[in-house]
Nanobody, 128 residues
Framework: QVQLVESGGGLVQAGGSLRLSCVAS????????MGWFRQAPGEEREFVAA????????YYADSVKDRVTISRDTAKNTVYLQMNSLEPEDTTVYYC?????????????????????WGRGSQVAVSS
């Protein structure tokens, strides 16, 4: 089992920045994939970004790729999501996820059903 704990959410004004963190209770397998998703009430969970634990390849949703950066610190078992130029539409809960075996195609990387472990989420609120 792997526990994921997110932090760093909060209230920020439009145009501001936040950095979310996700700490894993233990190191996942070397070829695992770490992802960030977000989900608004009544909507499906939406892919935001992912990073390969080994090698650090990154993947982004087109809707946010110019405003977010995903990174990891392998020594700390931590994944980060830096979000800039935040908009009110970014207001929602952000979830960290881990997939034990990495993906070869985007449908796998961006599909919430592909991931094995989930955090409980971190609320982000952007005021206009």
């Amino acid at each position: 089992q792997v526990q994921l704990v997110e932090s760093g959410g909060g209230l920020v004004q439009a145009g501001g920045s936040l950095r979310l963190s996700c700490v894993a209770s233990r190191r996942t397998f070397s070829n695992s994939l770490m992802g960030w998703f977000r989900q608004a009430p009544g909507e499906e969970r939406e892919f935001v970004a992912a990073i390969a634990w080994s090698g650090g390849n990154t993947y982004y949703a087109d809707s946010v790729k110019d405003r977010v950066t995903i990174s990891r610190d392998t020594a700390k078992n931590t994944v980060y999501l830096q979000m800039n130029s935040l908009e009110p539409e970014d207001t929602t809960v952000y979830y960290c996820a881990a997939k034990v075996v990495g993906c070869l195609v985007y449908e796998c990387r961006e599909g919430s059903g592909s991931y094995d472990y989930w955090g409980r989420g971190s609320q982000v609120a952007v005021s206009s």
